[in-house]
């Protein structure tokens, strides 16, 4: 699945960039990074060369035994007795762990191309696996596994895998599309594998290393989260110096696993936290309130790394008066909201009552304006008796309604401003149309004076619209526009 | 929440808090010193003052008599030294006689009087329904 390796090249890009700073492992990423690329690059041309050697090298490289050598023989020799009187950058077991952190950053990578190795040979075999389990090291002892087995009831994998998970393998295996391998190329798979498996037991001996001396290096930091997660944090940063540089945010995320779909809701699934989720004063926190917890953790574990990273606090009491500060704040979030009181009420008629506007309020205020034609039986023609309802001045006036001469012949509803303004949008589609509103009026009309008028359409052009409507101020025009000279 | 009622006993502290009482409705309650509207007391507090007189007293007999009380409870409202009437619909407009139904009954009743002095009116209709209003009949006495 090339999307799958490209998220993975992705995430490695992520990694590098947050240590892109660090002066001295800049050249260490490089080469990583170089060393990616290659990988990745020759990964693809080896599908047909099928060497895992050309692949992976680090094993054999002689900057890992070294180091491998002298953890093994650190770890036996038990925790040392510190000198604190020594400059830290000149005691070389300081410069142990630094390297230990690189390294432990050089394994990670080096397991990832393996895996896609692994993936790569695998897929002629179970192509949906890689689907179903992301986890390197978990898809390596899976794989192993398996082997060359079609039938997968006969493999047990219980104990490698959740429950649920082993479950959709199964299923999944049963229909699935791949081989089974050939001999050669089943050897080289499981050669892969035990190879990463044994990078990963590496990398599990320098973290211990790691965490053991973790006390001495970042006391501070240790008192906040804890040795173990400490010694994560920084073996996931690249170093020390590293996890310093990185905002709180990206170490608040260090170490998060991807989601795991196989079909499950994501709504139940534990939102971005990383190692910090291990730590007890998370543990420790009632649900509702992890996400802050986490997030206050992970800021004041930064602050924490930034003092051990300059060595500013060989005591640990920073970190001290830091995890105490954390208690302190979630203890405040736990407490009730102080009682309510009850207010007396308010004074009658002090508070003036809140107009509102807009277009919704314009647009109920139209349904109760006073309409056009109940502008034009308002108003009267001078000298000229108006009609009404009722005949000779009895009933309802009706004004200039219906009067001759008056150019309409027949008022019909007004637009609105708000539809005018609309319609006004849309007018150039509709120059092609003539002024009837609809297709029962008529042209003709009956006025009592002088029997039948014609609508005359040129004179709706000259004519201002009804009386009603204003003469200087167009109700649709607005200002015209003005070119800045 | 015990907030208890002013209790006033002397006729000079009942002019003193007549006097005093700027821009708020004076409820001047007339009765016994157990009485069941100090909660509402404290909802109205912002535009009204709620006191109690005690009618027992031999120095507030001078204003029993001058106001008529003669059933108790009843209550006069003032607003800024004004003696301010409400028509409820019974026969004596210069007081409210009886108890109230509700402790909502009581805070329209103040807020109508509040409205009404506030436009510079002396008498108010009442905003109750009847059914609310504590009947009773007026009896004359040697008329």
Redesign the interface.
Same mark, same amino acid.
Not at chain 2, 42 to 47: G, P
């Given at each position: 699945m090339a999307t799958l390796a490209d998220s993975f090249l992705a995430d490695l890009d992520e990694l590098s960039d947050n240590e892109a700073d660090v002066i001295e492992e800049e050249d260490v990423d490089a080469g990583n990074m170089e060393e990616d690329v290659d990988g990745e690059m020759a990964d693809i041309e080896n599908l047909n060369y099928d060497d895992l050697d050309s692949v992976s090298k680090l094993q054999k490289t002689q900057r890992y035994v070294d180091i491998m050598q002298k953890v093994e023989d650190a770890l036996q020799k038990g925790s040392d007795i510190s000198n604190l009187g020594m400059v830290l950058e000149d005691d070389p077991e300081y410069q142990l762990i630094v390297d230990c952190n690189a390294l432990s950053v050089d394994i990670e990578n080096e397991i990832i191309i393996i895996h896609n190795f692994i993936r790569d040979k695998y897929r002629l075999k179970f192509p949906e696996l890689e689907s179903l389990v992301h986890h390197p090291i978990d898809y390596a002892r899976v794989v192993k596994k398996i082997g060359n087995e079609m039938d997968l009831t006969l493999v047990d994998l219980e104990g490698l895998l959740p429950s649920a998970i082993i479950m959709v393998v199964s299923v999944t295996a049963s229909t699935t599309s791949g081989k089974p391998l050939p001999e050669e190329i089943l050897d080289k798979t499981i050669d892969a594998c035990d190879r990463a498996l044994t990078l990963d037991a590496a990398k599990k001996k320098v973290l211990d290393f790691v965490e053991s001396r973790m006390g001495y290096i970042a006391p501070n930091l240790s008192t906040i989260v804890g040795s173990a997660v400490a010694a994560k944090l920084m073996g996931t940063a690249g170093g020390l110096a590293a996890l310093a540089k990185m905002p709180a945010c990206n170490v608040q995320l260090l170490g998060a696993k991807k989601k795991n779909l196989a079909g499950f809701s994501t709504a139940t699934s534990q939102f971005r936290v990383g190692y910090i989720e291990q730590t007890e004063i998370f543990q420790s926190t009632p649900p509702s309130l992890r996400m802050r917890a986490c997030r206050l953790l992970a800021s004041k574990s930064t602050l924490a790394a930034r003092v051990d990273s300059t060595r500013g606090d060989p005591s640990g009491n920073n970190g001290r008066a830091l995890r105490e500060e954390i208690r302190k704040k979630i203890e405040k979030w736990q407490e009730p909201p102080p009682a309510k009181q009850p207010k007396p009420l308010p004074v009658p008629d002090s508070e003036p009552k809140k107009k509102r506007g807009g277009r919704r309020l314009r647009k109920m205020k139209e349904r109760y304006a006073i309409t056009d034609m109940r502008k034009l039986a308002n108003r009267m023609q001078f000298g000229v008796p108006e009609e009404s309802s009722l005949g000779d001045g009895l009933g309802e006036g009706y004004g200039m309604l219906g009067q001759a001469g008056s150019g309409k012949l027949r008022v019909s509803v007004g637009q609105s401003k708000l539809a005018a303004k609309v319609a006004k949008k849309f007018k150039e589609k509709q120059y092609g149309s003539s002024g009837a509103s609809s297709g029962l009026t008529s042209s003709l009309a009956f006025t009592p004076v002088q029997g039948i008028e014609l609508s005359n359409p040129q004179a709706h052009a000259h004519q201002l619209g009804s009386g009603t409507q204003s003469t200087y101020f167009s109700e649709t025009g607005t200002f015209s526009k003005i070119k800045r000279t | 929440?015990s907030y208890v009622l002013r209790t006033l006993r002397k006729k000079r502290e009942v002019d003193t808090i007549i006097r005093d009482t700027i821009d708020k409705v004076l409820v001047l309650r007339f009765g016994r010193s157990s009485d069941p509207l100090c909660k509402s007391a404290? !909802?109205?507090?912002?535009?009204a003052n709620v006191v109690l007189v005690d009618i027992d007293s031999d120095e507030i007999q001078v204003y029993a008599s001058y106001f008529d009380i003669t059933f108790i409870p009843s209550t006069v409202f003032f607003f800024n030294a004004h003696h301010m009437k409400m028509d409820s619909g019974t026969a004596d407009h210069t007081k409210w006689v009886g108890a109230f139904h509700k402790k909502q009954d009581f805070?329209d009743v103040v !807020?109508a009087i509040?409205?009404g002095a506030?436009k510079g009116k002396l008498i108010v209709s009442c905003p109750l329904p009847s059914e609310r209003i504590p009947k009773y009949q007026l009896l004359y006495r040697d008329v």
């Open positions: - | 929440m404290r !909802e109205v507090s912002k535009f805070i !807020e509040y409205r506030m």
